[in-house]
């Protein structure tokens, strides 16, 4: 099945301790992003990846850190996780960017910072 | 800056009514519009796209429309059910950078 998957789904660590959340799509998609979700402010870009090692900021990039050495991996690192990243996250990954091609989008990891 | 409103912002309709669900974007500078559902804690799901230069999509009851000179786009749902219960979320792709764009949803609940 053509899908996107994200590990963990639920996660709880305590402010300061380094954390990762990993994605992994299977349709051989070239772009990849992530995303958060918080209430009232719907969600928003955090950083993408048009290709292998080819990544750059989205429009809340602050205190994420991504890398993408691989095609079908793109992990979001939290090196120093605060309770303002407390949110819902999304992996999200396309074919590639053009009019043609929407997003599909992982399950959701739901962190919490204590 | 491009900005997506969704209105309403909640829905409640019997079952079997026919509804629509608006979305409106303020730049016309777009690849594609992408409609999505979400269930309450969980991922999301594509639903239908319209690319930019097409009109409406269509998938089982479900048909998107899209109006790029005007910035509005709606979700046309018929003969509702509960299962159709969700939140539904608008989301353009800009030209200018990759970022989808989102609205902030209308939650649609279908009463039986």
């Known amino acids: 099945e053509a899908q996107v998957t994200q590990n963990p789904r639920y996660l709880i660590t305590v402010t300061g301790k380094k954390l990762t959340v990993t994605c992994s799509q299977n349709?051989?998609?070239?772009?990849m992003s992530w995303y958060r979700q918080d209430p009232g402010l719907g969600l928003r870009q955090i950083y993408y990846s048009m290709n292998v090692e080819v990544t750059d900021k989205g429009d809340v990039p602050e205190g994420y850190k991504v890398s993408r050495k691989e095609k079908r991996n793109f992990p979001l690192i939290l090196e120093s996780p605060s309770p303002n990243q407390t949110s819902l996250y999304f992996c999200?990954?396309?074919?590639?960017?053009?009019?043609?091609?929407?997003?599909?989008f992982g399950s959701g990891t739901r962190l919490t910072v204590v | 800056k491009q900005e997506v409103t969704q209105i309403p912002a909640a829905l409640s309709v019997p079952e079997g009514e026919n509804l629509v669900l608006n979305c409106s974007f303020t730049d016309s500078a777009i690849y594609n519009l992408q409609w999505f559902r979400q269930d309450p804690g969980k991922g999301l799901t594509s639903l239908l796209l319209i690319q930019s230069s097409q009109r409406e999509q269509t998938s089982g009851r479900l048909n998107a429309s899209l109006d790029k000179s005007s910035g509005r786009s709606t979700l046309y749902i018929a003969a509702s059910q509960p299962g159709d219960s969700a939140t539904y979320l608008c989301?353009?792709?800009?030209?200018?950078?990759?970022?989808?764009?989102f609205g902030k949803g209308t939650t649609l609940s279908v009463s039986s």
């Open positions: 349709m051989n998609h070239e772009y």
């Open positions: 999200a990954s396309s074919l590639r960017i053009g009019t043609a091609y929407g997003y599909t």
């Open positions: 989301a353009v792709r800009r030209q200018a950078g990759t970022a989808l764009i």
